[in-house]
C-alpha cells in the first residue's frame, strides 16, 4: 500500500534554531497536509498544501509542496519552547473514497 | 462551526472486558468518519472510516468494531479487550473530498485514552 516516509524521527534542538523535516512517497499525492500533536491531545491542522510547487506559510511555519508531486516539506524558524510535540505529514490521492495516509511523525523537543 | 466531541478522555479496562468509545461530530452533515490509535510515541494508525450511516470500512483486521447508527454519530467497540488494545483512540471527522479534488484535511477529537489491564 501507499507510504510516507517521514524524516528526521526526532528532533532536539535549542531554543531560537529553525527546524527542517520533510515528507517522501513513491506515490503522487494531490494533498499534502501537516499536523502537530501536542501530548495528550489529538492533531491540529497546521498547513494544507494543494498545487506541486505551492509555498505556504503560517506563522514561523512554512511548508511546500513538491514540484513531483511526491513530497514535502515544514520548515519551523526561530523554534519556541511551545513548538514541542509530534508533528505529521499526510498525504491523500484525488479518488474519492480514500482516506489520508500519515507519516509516522517527528518528535520535536526544544530546550530552552 | 464544527466541533468534534470524544469520550471518555482516559479508561482503564480490566483484559477481557467490553469496550465502547463514542465520538460525535455537531455543526456538519454526512461527514466522513474515522477511528485511529497511536501506540505510545509511534504514528497513527487508520481503523475504521466511515463515509455514512451503516457504512463501516475497516483497515486493520482486530477484535475491534465500529458502528454508525446516525449520521454525526460513531462508535468503536470491543465484545473483550486484549491487554494489546492498550493505546491513544483518536476520532476525526472531514467534509467529502471528491475526484480531482482536494482533501479538506480531517479534524480530529482530543481522543482516548485506553489502558487494559
Not at chain 1, 66 to 86: E, H, Q, W, Y
Not at chain 2, 36 to 59: D, W
Not at chain 2, 74 to 103: E, H, N, P, T, V
Amino acid at each position: 500500500g501507499q507510504q510516507l516516509n517521514q524524516s528526521p524521527q526526532s528532533m532536539f534542538i535549542q531554543e531560537g534554531e529553525d527546524v527542517s523535516m520533510n515528507c517522501t512517497s513513491s506515490s503522487i499525492f494531490n494533498t499534502w497536509l501537516w499536523y502537530k500533536q501536542e501530548p495528550g491531545e489529538g492533531p491540529v491542522l497546521l498547513i494544507a498544501l494543494y498545487k506541486a510547487g505551492e509555498l505556504t506559510s503560517n506563522g514561523r511555519l512554512t511548508a511546500q509542496f513538491g514540484i513531483t508531486r511526491k513530497d514535502s516539506f515544514l520548515n519551523i524558524s526561530a523554534s519556541i519552547p511551545s513548538d514541542v510535540g509530534i508533528y505529521f505529514c499526510a498525504g491523500q490521492t484525488n479518488q474519492a473514497g480514500t482516506a489520508l495516509i500519515f507519516g509516522k511523525g517527528t518528535t520535536l523537543s526544544v530546550s530552552s | 462551526s464544527q466541533t468534534i466531541h470524544q469520550w471518555p478522555a482516559t479508561l482503564v479496562q480490566p483484559v477481557g472486558s467490553p469496550l465502547s468509545l463514542e465520538c460525535t461530530v455537531e455543526g456538519t452533515s454526512n461527514p466522513n468518519l474515522y477511528w485511529y490509535r497511536q501506540a505510545a510515541g509511534r504514528g497513527l494508525q487508520l481503523l475504521f472510516y466511515s463515509v455514512g450511516i451503516g457504512q463501516i470500512s475497516s483497515e486493520v483486521p482486530q477484535n475491534l468494531s465500529a458502528s454508525r447508527p446516525q449520521d454525526r454519530q460513531f462508535i468503536l467497540s470491543s465484545k473483550k479487550l486484549l491487554l494489546s488494545d492498550s493505546g491513544f483512540y483518536l476520532c476525526a471527522w472531514s467534509r467529502k473530498s471528491y475526484q480531482g479534488y482536494g482533501s479538506y484535511g480531517y479534524t480530529f477529537g482530543s481522543g482516548t485514552r485506553l489502558t487494559v489491564v
